[in-house]
């Protein structure tokens, strides 16, 4: 792998080489979180080469201008977008007068490395100065104990000769985002200054569109050994502490750096200072060491009910890890305002907002392996947007509710008519998630209460935006971008009329089956329920009978079909290679579309048609958006092609570690972290939660001696080890549990053995 | 009309109201130019209420940025516009200390005039201070007969009381453009100074794209009686002269401003102010009186080949002189770099570069209202850029030539990628021009020198552009918009795939019909030209048989198709009502698309097939391009529907005058000028040039007791007068002319009659 710049070991990525044209991707892959806060892999000292310096705060957005381009009516009237936030973790590091920089500096013994069980990132280096020899080592990590923290350790110890040392750890608001178009900053400084700690308060600049301004204050302290204190640096935008003295050769200096950081999200802005110094009060009373400890407890904590492990190939296990421990760096539920953003912490791309991906692709994961808490949160975010939800349906002329493709307050804030008015299928993935976590759970508590009001409103919003077509009779959904968005503007997406003819059944469904006093208070009345039956069972589903497949959309079959291995290597992937125009003509799909519907209904489809889709399709799928092939090696799996899942697994697992995209120096692709989880877990493992219950239809990938994992299961921990042949299943918390295992219904209580079929 | 803002009569708009509230709408209209330079109707002295002050000079452009939004591969890098240049007109005016400002001072009297024979733009007001009372005259024109000058006079009379007069005619650079997102300005100073004549010289700023920077130099001169020379103005991006004197009841004083523009397009910087004093110089050799008759003579000159004359409707007569004129004073083939923007020089939208709209509306006008010349240097236009038509395809990873949307330099420069990779059908509209050209001058020189060579690389792009759908076994063209703006990406668009099977049959045939040495220059062998042909005939081209209709694109008949009739009144236009998503999925049509088509290829059809068009696409067409009814008209006026045809009419022929779009405040819309006279000459006359000649089949629309054109055709000049039941032809220069009227062969040699048939 040429793009693979971390050494493979199991539960941590870590190099020995710096590779100065790759800063970008390395910032990118050693990132860190604890979803209050999280920043890119940034060296403390600052770094003069290609780097993309990026510390962000959850919940902290900025409405940025959008009148740009040719405007269209219903157009939003701002992008929301993520604002790189004051650089917490500054240590301006000078030897001898000079700056400490790993760009131009001469060093040797240099070694990073981020723990993927607790985030702890390590960085030491020797740095070669003209009369000495100086070793570095840094600790840092977010703390998740207490998530205002950001814990720092550097120990500076001279190994040859003498030398002059000075430390300022400090507070940089001077700071930008990658995509400012003016080099605009979104900070003003509202206070800063030394007392009673060093502390930096900056608030966004104001804006037109009536939206909150934040305020966010970091404040830090700095308990240092061997160098003594030697001033304040207290300018515009900046607040620390210079530190400076002589290290002989063996003498240590050790910094300890705490910061805190609150926002007005959670503590009004006239109680900042004092909160940033309470709890930087309350830090001083323990030890780097006992924060850590404390820390990776809670990690312990999460890894006891998320864990996978695949036994007989590393490549494969610090690929899942990686993939679960930037996931729960970026959300782990503890605040319902908030969402996954397609790049959590880690980056700018995509305005680091909400999308749809949380619903579709990461709802059954964290329904496996978190508390439902975490789920509810999820979608308790969208109940609480559903006012703005109805807003941006209005905005279209439309009724009900539109959920947005991107967003910060539930306001969409995307400005593509492709995009913000024809990827509607979104819409049908916020209702599926609350399907999905009713049959997981079996809760139906969110779905009868909070739950049924935004069924009820996206459902109005379908009957409103399908038309009957006199000439076909049948209802019809013109004008939509489906999941695979190198297309756009087609008419009768199979996967997006699917989507939304379930939804319109289900909730009248659900509606039939409401305690008569709640179907009142949500007011649906017989003849609006019996129109949406009448809109769903009408649906047109465009199937090619001759074919044998649901077909992606009216004109599809007469494009220029032919299998992506037709398409000579160096012209992909596509998207970095063709026009725009030349990609929407052709067959090719990026991301799994009508696969991706079967695969939501799988239980409505023969094997043998999931099979007649799949070779029809994915020899189309280029699969170029990170989303798409973990569903295709679900589908894979499930027809059998046990091969064809291993290699669609392949795509997914080490998508960021290798950089297989090639825009990993971006941010990471957080929202598909949960693809190679899905294709071991419903894939590999087969595992499905009907309303029939769980079930399991496991097989060993070739070149894995073994493969486990933990899922948590209505109340249940269950552990499932897949071997070559046989899969072991330990109930670890619960009750006794009923589930089927290769078509044999059992039931765990303890340890079971099954073996897989012949 | 609520909209009409000027009094009507047949050759000037002028009122004796300012309006303040509409100030934009009054300068649009106002606007004048040269060809050379224009400007909007603002006043000299100034004005601070609401209001678009804008010079624009032609061919002088900045580009602009585009990275702005969601960057797909094939966008071109910049985006092109016109940019506010140097206020030409400025004559600051004080009255005893206190600035003239018709916005906030007491004034009565007042008059605004636009001669729409020579555009002559008079204006006339009393301004009443605390003790006097004092009119001002002014007279404006952008020459004609020398295009470098501005010339302005300005008389200035006390009528009650004495005053302290104080004028300043001066040029000021300090100018933004209508757009700017962040205020910013495109230009920055080069030279200024008083010496020798009042001057200020500003250069376009940098920019990354390697695109020329412009020079432009305006040099004045100010010719006063009755006021004393008191000083000069020379400040950063300022340059005058000031005057000031007492003016006592009954004194007159008369200012001459005559101000010269060169640019670096035409004369080299280092040169710039000698020319504009040399200019200045010759000009101070004639009076003002002299410079308007040799203007106004020329201006005859135009109207004696072009005039339309309508009897008895003062504002039809009006609505159709006012257009000719813009379009005159925008573009007379004087310059073959120059092309005709939308807004010529009246305002900054679409960024007033070359739209297709100039092959597909103005080229007929042009070839009948003035020497073929004109039209040759449109085309000369095209076949200059060919090599960045060229670029543009391969930007799309296509060959051949695509012609851009909009440009400045023949390198597409509009990023909507429904537009600019699927508006393609601009691509034919440039190869039916050449065609049109051809027949009507009978000349095949252009068609066998440099068009067949523009011929041949849109017929490479083409065949590249098509696909073959194994499926339907013919040749289709996906991905496109039509004329039809309100639906974006369809496919097999009737109109624009009949456009591109002609372009390829015409093309096959004139290279067969080529000498043997042109054909091997041209370079296309057998076996290419034989692959068009194949195209060509293979083409799908969507026909419904049982409603007997070309079908505007393969799903159309899909839609809830419903007449525009039931659309709400409050809810037009659409394109200020409705989403853009709904107005997508609507069946409502904003300009002609099948009718576009079948009006350029009317003798392949019959009058029932064009009948049963045009009932089936008129009663969906809102006609919210100013491009629409005027087709439509055409087409109505062909099979015979003359009401409808004169309700069209009347939709396009005072679009400015009466502000039908509510957008004329932006400026006028210049391309869509030809719409009336198409309507009268080839609608009400029944004009048709096809290769057996001159045609006509007039019938005189009711209300009007005549009206009377004059085109030139193939070295005649020919007027024709319709009445209520006959038609005069009169051969007022040139060998007499065979042409069908009514169907009857006549030869025209002096004077002829031909009555309606009954």
């Given at each position: 792998m040429s793009e693979r710049v971390f050494d493979v070991e199991p539960y941590a990525i870590s190099t020995t080489r710096l590779d100065d044209g790759r800063m970008r991707l390395i910032e990118s892959m050693t990132s860190a979180g604890n979803a209050h806060m999280g920043m890119r892999g940034n060296f403390e000292e600052g770094y003069s080469g290609d780097s993309h310096r990026g510390t962000y705060i959850a919940g902290v957005w900025f409405p940025d201008k959008t009148r740009v381009g040719w405007w269209k009516n219903g157009y939003p009237e701002y992008f929301g977008k993520v604002i790189n936030a004051t650089n917490l973790i500054a240590i301006d590091l000078e030897l001898d007068g000079e700056p400490v920089d790993l760009f131009t500096g001469r060093h040797e013994d240099f070694a990073l490395r981020l723990d993927l069980r607790n985030g702890l990132l390590t960085r030491s280096f020797t740095y070669i100065t003209g009369t000495a020899k100086v070793r570095f080592e840094f600790e840092r990590f977010l703390s998740i104990a207490t998530p205002e923290l950001c814990l720092q350790r550097l120990r500076i110890r001279a190994l040859e000769g003498s030398v002059r040392v000075r430390a300022t750890p400090r507070l940089d608001g001077d700071v930008h985002n990658l995509d400012a178009n003016y080099g605009e900053q979104f900070w003003s400084e509202v206070a800063r200054g030394p007392a009673p700690v060093p502390h930096l308060s900056l608030r966004t600049i104001p804006n037109p569109f009536g939206t909150p301004q934040f305020t966010v204050t970091a404040g830090m302290r700095a308990d240092v050994t061997g160098l003594d204190p030697s001033?304040?640096?207290d300018a515009p935008l900046q607040a620390g502490l210079v530190f400076s003295g002589e290290l002989a050769a063996g003498e240590t200096s050790e910094i300890l750096k705490t910061t805190a950081v609150v926002t007005t999200r959670d503590v009004e802005e006239a109680a900042h200072v004092?909160?940033?110094?309470?709890?930087?009060?309350?830090?001083?009373g323990t030890t780097f060491d006992e924060q850590l400890a404390a820390h990776t407890a809670l990690w312990e904590e999460r890894w006891a009910r998320s864990q996978v492990v695949i036994e007989g190939d590393d490549e494969a296990q610090q690929g899942i890890q990686f993939n679960l421990f930037q996931l729960f760096s970026t959300y782990y539920g503890e605040d319902d305002r908030l969402n996954i953003g397609p790049k959590g912490f880690t980056g700018e791309k995509y305005g680091g907002a909400t999308y749809w991906d949380t619903e579709a692709y990461l709802v059954p994961l964290y329904l496996s392996v978190a508390s439902p808490d975490v789920t509810r949160a999820l979608?308790?975010?969208?109940?609480?947007?559903?006012?703005?939800?109805?807003?941006?349906?209005?905005q279209q002329g439309l009724a009900g509710a539109l959920y947005p493709m991107v967003t910060f307050n539930g306001i969409e804030c995307h400005n593509e008519w492709e995009i913000t008015f024809e990827e509607i299928h979104r819409n049908g993935a916020i209702a599926h998630a609350i399907a999905e976590y009713t049959r997981y759970t079996g809760d139906r508590s969110y779905l009868e209460g909070p739950g049924i009001e935004v069924l009820v409103e996206?459902?109005?919003?379908?009957?409103?935006?399908?038309?009957?077509?006199?000439?076909?009779q049948t209802y019809m959904i013109h004008g939509v971008t489906g999941p695979n968005e190198y297309e756009n503007n087609v008419n009768n997406n199979w996967y997006t009329n699917s989507l939304a003819a379930w939804v319109l059944r289900y909730t009248a469904d659900v509606l039939e089956a409401l305690p008569r006093e709640r179907l009142v208070a949500v007011g649906v009345e017989a003849p609006e329920r019996d129109a949406w039956r009448a809109i769903s069972g009408g649906m047109y589903l465009p199937h090619d009978d001759a074919l044998g497949v649901n077909v992606q959309h009216d004109t599809f079959l007469d494009k220029d079909l032919r299998p992506v291995d037709t398409i000579p290597a160096d012209q992909r992937p596509l998207n970095q290679h063709w026009s725009w125009d030349r990609i929407l003509r052709s067959c090719f799909i990026k991301q799994a579309d009508v696969l991706q519907g079967m695969y939501l209904f799988e239980s409505d489809f023969t094997v043998d048609e999931l099979r007649r889709n799949f070779e029809f399709y994915e020899p189309m799928t280029v699969h170029e958006s990170s989303l798409s092939a973990s569903i295709h090696a679900v589908v894979a799996a499930a027809i059998g092609e046990r091969e064809k899942a291993i290699e669609l697994y392949r795509r997914t697992a080490r998508l960021d570690l290798d950089n297989y995209n090639n825009d990993t120096e971006d941010g990471l692709h957080i929202t598909s972290m949960s693809g190679a989880w899905l294709a071991i877990v419903q894939g590999f493992a087969g595992m499905r939660a009907t309303d029939a219950?769980?079930?399991?239809?496991?097989?060993?990938?070739?070149?894995?001696?073994?493969?486990?994992?933990?899922?948590?299961?209505r109340g249940r921990v269950l552990e499932v080890r897949v071997e070559t042949d046989r899969v072991l299943l330990a109930l670890r918390d619960g009750a006794p549990l009923e589930l089927v295992v290769h078509d044999r219904t059992v039931t765990v209580d303890g340890e079971l053995v099954v073996a897989h079929p012949v």
């Open positions: 001033g304040v640096v004092d909160t940033v110094s309470r709890l930087l009060e309350a830090a001083a979608l308790a975010y969208r109940h609480a947007q559903l006012p703005q939800a109805q807003h941006n349906a209005r996206i459902s109005r919003f379908w009957a409103d935006r399908v038309h009957y077509s006199k000439r076909a219950g769980l079930s399991f239809r496991p097989f060993l990938p070739a070149g894995w001696s073994a493969f486990s994992f933990t899922v948590g299961y």
